[in-house]
């Protein structure tokens, strides 16, 4: 079975992020989507850990008003931090060997993912498809990592998502709660 393999810490999950899972479900050629809830990236600011189990229920409320292909997976909760992906990536291969799994980003993750944790291997191993952010050129960066792994001999599997941009972020949601105005339209 080909997995797609969406991780994030949804803090909240909106509907940006239920645009990508739609866009996975019904326009590219994965089996199913798994939803994976990170108590926090090793990459940003501390959120609170004691979240991470409503952030999961959350997001299983909101995946089951839809009929579609998607996991909630709280694989990462019963893991060790830091929560890197490509630890996620192995757990999964471990518990599932007969699956493919590919990792979601969104074209600012792949412009930093030189920063993660055995970023190479997610990429050769494994994969990712990406999704555009304002501000960020998904072709020309995967270009430049095509050029850094095939200089390595290395695999790279990077595909670009054509799915269109739906610009709207966790911070900024949490932004504007904080500021006291009305985000209830963009949740899930």
Request: a positive charge.
């Given at each position: 079975?080909?997995?797609?393999?969406?991780s994030g810490t949804?803090?909240?999950?909106?509907?940006?992020?239920?645009?990508?899972?739609?866009?996975?479900?019904?326009?590219m050629d994965f089996d199913m989507v798994y939803l994976v809830v990170s108590p926090k990236n090793p990459l940003k600011d501390t959120i609170s850990a004691d979240s991470a189990r409503a952030r999961?229920?959350?997001?299983?409320?909101?995946?089951?008003?839809?009929?579609?292909?998607?996991?909630?997976?709280d694989i990462e909760l019963g893991m060790p931090s830091p929560q890197y992906t490509i630890r996620t990536l192995d757990a999964l291969k471990a518990r599932e060997p007969g699956n493919s799994f590919s990792l979601v980003v969104g074209a600012d993750n792949l412009a930093n993912l030189?920063?993660?944790?055995?970023?190479?291997?997610?990429?050769?191993e494994y994969g990712v498809v990406v999704?555009?952010?304002?501000?960020?050129?998904?072709?020309?960066i995967k270009g430049n990592l095509e050029k850094e792994f095939s200089e390595a001999h290395?695999?790279?599997?990077?595909?670009i998502a054509g799915a269109p941009l739906v610009d709207i972020s966790s911070t900024e949601i949490r932004e504007g709660m904080a500021a006291g105005r009305d985000m209830s339209g963009y949740l899930m």
């Open positions: 079975m080909k997995v797609a393999v969406y949804f803090n909240p999950l909106h509907i940006g992020h239920m645009a990508i899972i739609l866009y996975l479900t019904r326009n999961y229920e959350a997001a299983c409320r909101a995946v089951s008003k839809y009929s579609l292909k998607v996991k909630v997976d030189h920063n993660w944790k055995d970023y190479r291997r997610i990429l050769s999704f555009p952010r304002k501000g960020f050129d998904a072709e020309a290395l695999p790279c599997t990077v595909r």
